[in-house]
């Protein structure tokens, strides 16, 4: 799960490959995904998808600390955020539809803003899941 939001950063990268054996140890990205969400399942024609990503950037040499941390709301292309999902994640549908960018958008701009593939990743839970449904 975790290397299915690595892989989706690194646009396509495989266990074993040159870019994964070169992963810094001294630094790791722990992602946090909301996702949309209904209190009964998704209407129909709707799915779960990726509504925001929160990222940190955790120096694991010394002590550690935060080095730097962003959260991107990300546009659903196939579903609307319900008022369940409003209530449990605080994301309203206009703040996506005003806010949000697309997810291989906001992909890219991880990509670009902490150099994903050269880090270790985590997340909690099923999150990473998320990232491997939508790319």
Known sequence: MILACRQAILSGAIPGSSAVSRIRLDRMLVADFEQTCWEDG???GQRTEII????????LEGEPCILRSAGYLVRPAASEV???CTALT????G?????????????????KNFGGG???WAAWGRDGNGIRDHT
Do not use: H
């Open 42 to 44: 998704p209407p129909p």
């Open 52 to 59: 925001e990503i929160g990222i940190a950037e955790v120096r």
């Open 82 to 84: 319900s008022p369940f």
């Open 90 to 93: 605080g994301i309203t549908p």
């Open 95 to 111: 703040m996506v539809r005003r806010q949000g960018r697309p997810l291989a958008e906001v992909l890219g701009t991880i990509r």
């Open 118 to 120: 050269a880090k270790t």
